[in-house]
């Protein structure tokens, strides 16, 4: 089954601990990226993929590290992770290029940060 | 960067039809997206336009003016289900990645 998996789906910590969010897809696709949702303000991006060993900051980066090792991994990191990071998260991928880039989503993280 | 407008919540009845408007200022237009989004769960794709015109799936259609920075997602024979939020996002710049709205959310009543 084509999928894109978060883990964890739920997490509570405390200000400063390192946290580290995994997302997976197994469809081949070039591209991934993380989104924050916060109420009134929709999705909004944090980091992007195009490819292995390329990242670009969208448009919330502030506090967040990627890494692009592999095709199918891109995980997103709090170094020290603080309240106002408290939110829903959630990893999308898709492939480059035609109108049938759709973007498949994950099913969150969701994120405290106490 | 891109400047996306939709309303931010709308109610409707049960088996009524309902029109959610957006609009879109981006330069470098490579279609617009609408995503369905029920509370707490992942957004799922329901349409892409590129090409002016309305385009029907089923219950769902999608209209898109490309000249007016416009598009419309158009739900018929409403149900219960169809209450969540509804994104519209755009993708521009060469990119087919879409910029999301903050959606709008349905909430239909019986």
């Known amino acids: 089954e084509a999928q894109v998996t978060q883990n964890p789906r739920y997490l509570i910590t405390v200000t400063g601990k390192k946290l580290t969010v995994t997302c997976s897809q197994n469809m081949n696709h070039e591209y991934m990226s993380w989104y924050r949702q916060d109420p009134g303000l929709g999705l909004r991006q944090i980091y992007y993929?195009?490819?292995?060993?390329?990242?670009d900051k969208g448009d919330v980066p502030e506090g967040y590290k990627v890494s692009r090792k592999e095709k199918r991994n891109f995980p997103l990191i709090l170094e020290s992770p603080s309240p106002n990071q408290t939110s829903l998260y959630f990893c999308?991928?898709?492939?480059?290029?035609?109108?049938?880039?759709?973007?498949?989503f994950g099913p969150g993280t969701r994120l405290t940060v106490l | 960067g891109q400047n996306i407008d939709q309303p931010t919540e709308m109610t409707a009845t049960e088996g009524a039809i309902v029109q959610i408007n957006c609009t879109y200022q981006?330069?470098?237009?490579?279609?617009l997206f609408w995503y369905q989004q029920h509370a707490g769960e992942a957004p799922t794709f329901l349409s892409y336009n590129v090409l002016d015109g309305l385009e029907e799936k089923g219950r769902f259609s999608s209209f898109l003016s490309r000249s007016k920075g416009y598009s419309y997602l158009l739900l018929k024979e409403l149900q219960m289900k169809d209450s969540a939020s509804y994104l519209c996002?755009?993708?521009?710049?060469?990119?087919?990645?879409?910029?999301f709205g903050r959606g709008t959310s349905l909430i239909v009543h019986p």
């Open positions: 993929s195009m490819n292995v060993e390329v990242t």
């Open positions: 999308a991928s898709s492939f480059l290029g035609g109108d049938t880039d759709t973007q498949y």
């Open positions: 981006t330069s470098g237009f490579n279609g």
């Open positions: 996002a755009a993708a521009s710049g060469g990119s087919y990645i879409p910029t």
